[in-house]
């Protein structure tokens, strides 16, 4: 402090003072914690990025004293200093370059666990924890393209989504630290509803990762319907009696965390697979979604796969079978093996305005941006690559309404894999995605997608159509396994 003082430096001896508090908070020295930390605000000039910390800090103190209100304007005011430096957040500035999972993610988590576990949340509380849980996806994925490019829409979508699907349910699961919460928006009805299960710390990550091993393997196994049973007993047992009576259709879930690497799917009531009871999709948060309803004049597909073993990766022996029957269905254009190069799919994109991009290729999902990619013939396709790859100059302002993959998956070992998968989506300008979380058979694969391009054709939406083709395989004594069927998810729009 004296040193700072003497260099007549704000930011150091704002830096001195808030240190000094944090040692106070470690403590619990909370009074001489609090009034450290205000004079650490007090004397800081324009530096957002420290500001964010002592505020952030200011809330835990405040917490801790018992203090709801205030904490919870202190975590405010961090989140809007984090907003301010949204940019430097993820550009290569080492001066604010923070660890996200250690020094940002926290601070959105934190104010949920205020809004929902310190006294019974009102309407208020629940909007605003939801909101902050859809701010906190848009954060992660500007960490994940490492650039501030993810825009939004300010309203929340839920009169947009009455209207456009009135018997859809928006399912916001939240995984904090020793709970998992949830919260459910219903069809027609403006107040929120809530409930939440207490879990040892690390309980429901654990559980997901082990359900997630047991769904990519092709044979069932008690502990893996059990699994799965458990995890709709947090998720949507709660909540079936309301879903009857408002006669709910469709779940679209935002998910959290390590749930954005599971299929919801195929989560189990004890005697029946979700899919069996709901039409089901995900969004990366509804301020996202574009949700104009598919276009029903003929739909013009491109279509691009691998057949042959390329670049160290497998040979896809039905591909071609499962790009003929796509032709059958619908019209359009087709790269395969070596017509299927980024200058083609370039030029296709540039002389054409395809409704539908479907590649049958192997890919890649992760939680970093240079590990998310997709195969061509003559090289990877990375994700930062795939907004000038799929929005050309001359696409005549013609949004792809649905972009397919189908033969890519989830890094192994990666518990935000799935980042990956919305990230593709958001940088393909696509209005929906489909896309498997794990390789599944190749045959089985096939026949999904051309269950699922039938469905198109006779005028279903595309989860309609979707989980049309998850019931064909789930009929099928080859292929009941949800290893076959659950890992395709649809994400964003599913009209």
């Not at 260099?7 to 609090?34: I, K």
């Not at 948060?285 to 574009?290: A, E, I, T, V």
């Amino acid at each position: 402090m004296q040193q700072a003082q003497a260099l007549e430096d704000p930011r150091s001896q704002s830096f001195a003072l808030g240190s000094l508090a944090m040692v106070y908070e470690h403590t619990q020295q909370w009074q001489s914690a609090q009034h450290l930390t205000q004079q650490a605000l007090q004397i800081l000039q324009f530096s957002p990025d420290l500001a964010y910390r002592w505020q952030w800090q200011l809330g835990r103190i405040l917490k801790a004293q018992g203090d709801r209100t205030g904490a919870i304007a202190a975590y405010e005011a961090a989140l809007q200093s984090l907003q301010t430096i949204r940019g430097d957040l993820v550009a290569m500035n080492p001066a604010v370059q923070f660890s996200f999972r250690q020094s940002v993610e926290p601070v959105y988590r934190q104010l949920v666990m205020l809004l929902l576990q310190m006294g019974t949340p009102t309407q208020a509380d629940l909007r605003q924890a939801r909101s902050t849980i859809e701010a906190l996806q848009l954060a992660e994925l500007d960490n994940f393209y490492r650039a501030a490019c993810v825009s939004a829409n300010p309203i929340l979508l839920d009169q947009v989504v009455d209207q456009v699907d009135p018997a859809a349910a928006v399912v916001y699961p939240i995984i904090l630290a020793d709970h998992l919460e949830v919260i459910l928006k219903l069809p027609r009805q403006l107040e929120l509803q809530h409930y939440s299960v207490s879990l040892p710390p690390g309980q429901v990550e654990k559980i997901l990762e082990q359900l997630q091993q047991q769904l990519t393997r092709p044979y069932t196994t008690p502990e893996g319907k059990a699994l799965a049973r458990q995890v709709y007993d947090w998720l949507i047992r709660p909540a079936e009696a309301m879903l009857a009576q408002y006669q709910v259709e469709t779940l679209a879930f935002v998910m959290d965390g390590s749930l954005r690497n599971l299929p919801m799917a195929a989560l189990y009531d004890g005697r029946h697979y979700l899919v069996e009871r709901y039409r089901i999709a995900r969004a990366p948060g509804l301020q996202l979604l574009d949700m104009a309803p598919l276009a029903q004049q003929p739909l013009q597909v491109l279509k691009g796969g691998l057949t042959e073993a390329r670049q160290g990766f497998a040979a896809l022996p039905y591909v071609g079978q499962e790009l003929r029957a796509i032709q059958s269905i619908m019209p359009g254009r087709t790269l395969l093996n070596q017509a299927f190069t980024v200058a083609n799919l370039q030029q296709q994109f540039n002389a054409h305005p395809f409704s539908i991009v479907h590649l049958a290729t192997h890919g890649q999902f992760s939680s970093r941006s240079a590990d998310t990619f997709l195969l061509a013939w003559d090289r990877r396709i990375n994700v930062n690559e795939l907004h000038e790859l799929f929005l050309a100059t001359d696409r005549r302002q013609t949004a792809i309404q649905l972009l397919v993959l189908s033969a890519c998956k989830t890094a192994a070992g990666d518990r935000r894999a799935a980042l990956g998968l919305a990230g593709i989506a958001l940088r393909a300008g696509a209005r929906s995605t489909l896309a498997s979380l794990w390789y599944a058979d190749d045959q089985s694969s096939a026949l999904l997608i051309q269950s699922f391009y039938q469905g198109l054709g006779q005028g279903m939406s595309k989860a309609a159509a979707l989980r049309h083709a998850q019931l064909q395989l789930l009929k099928s004594p080859d292929f009941r396994h949800p290893a076959y069927w659950a890992g395709f998810v649809l994400l964003g729009n599913w009209l």
